[in-house]
T-cell receptor, first 111, second 111 residues
Framework: ETGVTQSPTHLIKTRGQQVTLRCSSQSGHNTVSWYQQALGQGPQFIFQYYREEENGRGNFPPRFSGLQFPNYSSELNVNALELDDSALYLC??????????FGPGTRLTVT | KQEVTQIPAALSVPEGENLVLNCSFTDSAIYNLQWFRQDPGKGLTSLLLIQSSQREQTSGRLNASLDKSSGRSTLYIAASQPGDSATYLCAVPSGNTPLVFGKGTRLSVIA
């Protein structure tokens, strides 16, 4: 059984640019959630996808958008990057509302 | 709005000591609670999931308890080891948010 994977591991972007982060869910899981974790803080919920539809969103602006594909993998897109977007981005997969399994994260630095 | 608080924010103990980490949440209408471990700059590892109908769960040297009515959970670590050094996070689901996290307790176990 393959766990949750994320790519890239880390990347550096310039303010104003756009970035795409990717997540492959654990085998058999149909739900993917994305979280942002600033240094020294707990993860904050961005949004969740269930069977390719967004079914929950946290307090993040529309420049944070996502997709879920038929194989349940997912992308997080962030437009017009700001310095405060620098964080660890975590993806988690689950079977609907069951236990969440997290990937290793993507460290994004915006300069 | 669900809020999760973890006390203490940081803890340093000598190897071999038993210790307790605390988690409280404001809305007791939860259906489960998860405890996670996070090593610096890494993703989250699920330690224990307690369903709302359960009072405790055990895994090796870890024991987590849940008191829904008082909005509290504790994570007990027996015979601590230097390898237990990490940040421990608790999280509960809330409405359309799959997990609301506390800020974590940063544990250091000194050899």
């Amino acid at each position: 059984e393959t766990g949750v994977t994320q790519s890239p591991t880390h990347l550096i972007k310039t303010r104003g640019q756009q970035v795409t982060l990717r997540c492959s869910s654990q085998s058999g899981h149909n739900t993917v959630s994305w979280y942002q974790q600033a240094l020294g803080q707990g993860p904050q919920f961005i949004f969740q996808y269930y069977r390719e539809e967004e079914n929950g969103r946290g307090n993040f602006p529309p420049r944070f958008s996502g997709l879920q594909f038929p194989n349940y993998s997912s992308e997080l897109n962030v437009n017009a990057l700001e310095l405060d977007d620098s964080a660890l981005y975590l993806c988690a997969s689950s079977l609907s509302r069951h236990e969440q399994y997290f990937g290793p994260g993507t460290r994004l630095t915006v300069t | 709005k669900q809020e999760v608080t973890q006390i203490p924010a940081a803890l340093s103990v000598p190897e071999g000591e038993n210790l307790v980490l605390n988690c409280s949440f404001t809305d007791s209408a939860i259906y489960n609670l998860q405890w996670f471990r996070q090593d610096p700059g890494k993703g989250l590892t699920s330690l224990l999931l307690i369903q709302s109908s359960q009072r405790e769960q055990t895994s090796g040297r870890l024991n987590a308890s849940l008191d829904k009515s008082s909005g509290r959970s504790t994570l007990y670590i027996a015979a601590s080891q230097p390898g237990d050094s990490a940040t421990y996070l608790c999280a509960v689901p809330s409405g359309n948010t799959p997990l609301v996290f506390g800020k974590g307790t940063r544990l250091s176990v000194i050899a």
